[in-house]
Nanobody, 119 residues
Framework: QVQLVESGGGLVQAGGSLRLSCAAS????????MGWFRQASGKDREFVAS????????LYGDSVKGRFTISRENAKNMVYLQMNRLQPEDTAVYYC????????????WGQGTKVTVSS
């Protein structure tokens, strides 16, 4: 099992940027696939982005493509989500998650960090 702690959330104006961080501990970071998800109030959890161990493959949800970038630093057991051109509809709790590549489901989740985008 891996423990995940998110940070970097906060309040930002529309058009602004934030960078979320996720620190992993508890088991080897290799070869976990890491993902970011978000859940807005009253809505289902939504896939935001994922990145493979090598960083060679990334995926993005349609609503964030071209604005958000996922990256990782394996030596530091860190994953990041750079969010640019934020919009009020990006307001949500953002969660970091981890899974082994062969699994379809994410097994480990962080507690989340709140992002609020004001108009």
């Amino acid at each position: 099992q891996v423990q995940l702690v998110e940070s970097g959330g906060g309040l930002v104006q529309a058009g602004g940027s934030l960078r979320l961080s996720c620190a992993a501990s508890g088991r080897t970071f290799n070869p976990l696939t890491m993902g970011w998800f978000r859940q807005a109030s009253g809505k289902d959890r939504e896939f935001v982005a994922s990145i493979t161990w090598s960083g060679g493959s990334t995926l993005y949800g349609d609503s964030v493509k071209g604005r958000f970038t996922i990256s990782r630093e394996n030596a530091k057991n860190m994953v990041y989500l750079q969010m640019n051109r934020l919009q009020p509809e990006d307001t949500a709790v953002y969660y970091c998650a981890a899974k082994v590549p062969s699994s379809r489901l994410y097994d480990d989740w962080g507690q989340g960090t709140k992002v609020t985008v004001s108009s």
